[in-house]
């Protein structure tokens, strides 16, 4: 065993992009359930990202065409998902089981000749020769667009919810959407929109594992983090800077069990790579056993069906 | 304000034939739209329509691939059985795939720690028991979390999954490893060791007692959902909570009750797989059951004898699946995303059961 090899800053770093895909997942479905729409469908979304990116990336040869091509496939997916449920009334939480399902199926069959081959490479940003500051350097100037872009929307996503007028609407279509459209506003229209939204993070995400993080494409290689950014959501109260917070967290287990892995402790290597469910579920726990404080944080209308009678 | 083109307008009670008449018509929409699929990929949507429908049962290889069918069906229909009760009452068990993984460990745990005795009429019953117990357990988890902790139980449920496929690896690879296996991964053979083997009943018919066992569970929740206090509950406290609270239905109790069912049974399919089709634990022991149950149990419509024929055509689709990709090259995800497709093509004509659609409009608003 030797814990001299893991090195905090690497770790940081690393925690960082590992977090990503989570982060950018779980702001999308933030939007997506402030406004009132509850879309289980992230898993799915993220796969359909994953590959679309991939499969872009791979042909053109441009990673930045693969992460417009990752958002462009996955929006598609998402608005299947709105005219199911809003046009068509269907249940939200079934529909997005399906969207899950059928994203893990289409994925597969779009992603056959793609197995093991390696994509363009996206590299780092560097700003000037910042990136070879001690500690800083690593962690704040050397890393992916996309992860710049992560953090940009975090702050993005608060700024709008909170300070502007077409923020204020989405989050009143989602506490009552019977009050919203009294007062005329498009029920449908703020939520198709961030449904779309929804599904354009969470397939940035997708592709930024597909072509970064491992960069390979796999059946299923999303592993559930779909599901924990619809768990981090729950944790962060629906609030961004929370969501940033339980994103790195996740992250930070992540990154954390791979070193140890690799620094061969002495615990079973199932146990380690089953952590950071077991933590985002203990996690989960925590944050809900308040019973009252956890129904007043949620948007009231949540995962409720609109049907305008008038 | 402005009159739209095609307008709802909602029932005042659900269509009776609208609610039967949508799987039917889902089934034939994704025909099309799944040949159109095919099509794109490069296949004769025709001929490939027939080999998935037509030809396992009617062709001629049928003689192989109708056995196949009950083996498939059978955990389908046992875990959608489970299911179905929880997504009637509003508890979504969504983990099934890891009650079915906890049920086949726990069987062949029990099972594998009596080898080599041959006391058959002692092991296999117990293995039976720790099969459903493991799931049960297993669905327990969330059930209590969201009991005690007002935890969501979809969450916990399906991160759990992932939690039992690393548990399965780990069985796999140590404590039941096969000792005689030449350091391969898995467990010995649980379908060749005469006091766990859940063997055919009657040879090339696929009926085995996982399928026994998956007839009885619908019989059984025909009965509970018909004629017991417990399926009034379940149906009162999905369609109308608020009556159901005032009804003095417990909550809590249907939480737990809903979850531990759907989790033994989950775990039972896995126990019957894991001793009998499968025959060992292996890493890839698990192939989505527990996931494609959850579109049975829909396209079911959540009635029993629903969930049977779903399961049954659904059965049909895998088997179909695997006979496309042999003689027509057809991928194996294609099926995955046809079954989703299925799903989806439900949820959309379901909206016909709920509402009536009028063309033009009435001057309302």
């Not at chain 1, 930070?252 to 892995?261: A, C, D, E, S």
Request: hydrophobic fraction near 55%.
């Amino acid at each position: 065993m030797d814990f001299g090899s893991i090195n905090p800053v690497l770790l940081i770093a690393s925690l960082m992009v590992a977090s990503t895909p989570i982060l950018l997942a779980a702001l999308g479905e933030l939007v997506t359930e402030k406004s009132g729409v509850l879309n289980l469908g992230v898993e799915g979304m993220m796969i359909v990202g994953a590959i679309s990116g991939f499969i872009v990336a791979v042909e053109t040869g441009s990673p930045a065409l693969g992460f417009v091509a990752a958002a462009f496939g996955a929006v598609v997916l998402s608005l299947i998902f709105g005219v199911l449920t809003q046009l068509l009334l269907s249940n939200q939480v079934a529909t997005g089981l399906g969207l899950t399902l059928f994203g893990l199926g289409v994925s597969a069959l779009m992603g056959q000749g793609y197995v093991g081959i390696r994509p363009p490479s996206s590299p780092r940003w560097e700003f000037f020769g910042l990136n070879e500051l001690p500690v800083v350097g690593p962690i704040l100037f050397n890393q992916h667009g996309v992860v710049y872009l992560s953090l940009g929307l975090v702050i993005g996503v608060w700024w709008y919810l909170r300070t502007t007028r077409s923020g204020l609407i989405l989050r009143a279509v989602g506490e009552s959407h019977e009050a919203a459209h009294a007062l005329g506003y498009s029920v449908l229209g703020t939520r198709f929109a961030a449904i779309a939204f929804g599904g354009a993070c969470a397939g940035i995400g997708g592709a930024f594992l597909s072509l970064v993080i491992v960069p390979q494409w796999t059946e299923g290689m999303t592993a559930g983090r779909g599901w924990i950014a619809l768990a981090i959501v729950v944790f962060a109260s629906w609030r961004p800077g929370r969501v940033l917070l339980g994103a790195y967290l996740f992250g930070g287990v992540t990154v954390l069990q791979l070193n140890l892995q690799a620094a061969g402790i002495a615990i079973p290597v199932e146990l380690l790579s089953m952590s950071p469910y077991l933590i985002t579920i203990l996690v989960l726990v925590v944050i809900s056993s308040d019973k009252r404080r956890a129904a007043a944080l949620a948007p009231a209308s949540l995962g409720r069906t609109f049907h305008a009678s008038s | 304000m402005r009159e739209a083109l095609i307008r709802l307008e909602k029932r005042p009670t659900p269509s009776k034939l609208w609610s039967w008449a949508t799987p039917l018509v889902a089934v034939v929409a994704t025909m099309i739209a799944g040949g159109l699929l095919f099509g794109a990929l490069g296949t004769d949507p025709i001929v490939a329509i027939r080999t998935i429908f037509y030809d396992p049962l009617f062709g001629e290889f049928a003689f192989y691939y109708r056995g196949q069918l009950l083996v498939k069906a059978g955990p389908l229909i046992l875990i959608a059985i489970g299911l179905s009760l929880g997504f009637r009452a509003g508890i979504w068990n969504i983990g099934a795939e890891g009650q079915y993984i906890m049920g086949a460990i726990c069987g062949a745990a029990v099972g594998l720690a009596f080898y080599p005795l041959e006391i058959r009429w002692l092991i296999f019953p117990l293995v039976v028991i720790s099969g459903a117990l493991g799931g049960f357990l297993w669905a327990m988890i969330p059930g209590i979390l969201r009991t005690r902790f007002n935890t969501n139980e979809i969450l916990v449920s399906l991160l759990l999954v992932y939690v039992a496929e690393q548990i399965l690896a780990w069985m796999a690879l140590g404590p039941l490893r096969n000792p005689d296996g030449n350091g391969f991964p898995g467990s010995r053979n649980l379908a060749q060791y005469s006091s766990t083997s859940n063997q055919e009943l009657i040879v090339g018919w696929g009926l085995h007692w996982g399928v026994v066992a998956a007839l009885i569970a619908v019989i059984f929740a025909y009965v509970v959902l018909s004629r017991h206090i417990l399926g009034l509950n379940i149906r009162l406290a999905g369609e109308a909570p608020r009556a159901a609270r005032f009804a003095g239905v417990n909550p809590e109790r249907l939480v737990l009750l809903c979850l531990g069912i759907s989790g033994a049974l989950a775990g039972l399919a896995g126990m019957f797989e894991v001793t009998g089709p499968s025959g060992q634990i292996g890493i890839d022991f698990n192939v989505g059951y527990g996931f494609t149950a959850i579109i049975v149990a829909f396209l079911g419509r959540l009635h029993p004898i629903g969930v049977m024929l779903a399961g049954l055509l659904m059965a049909l689709t895998y088997i179909g699946g695997e006979a496309a990709q042999a003689s027509l090259g057809l991928p194996a995800a294609a099926i995955q995303a046809f079954q989703g497709m299925l799903l989806f093509f439900l949820l959309a004509f379901d909206v016909l059961t709920n509402f009536r659609i009028r063309f033009g409009g009435r001057a309302t608003a």
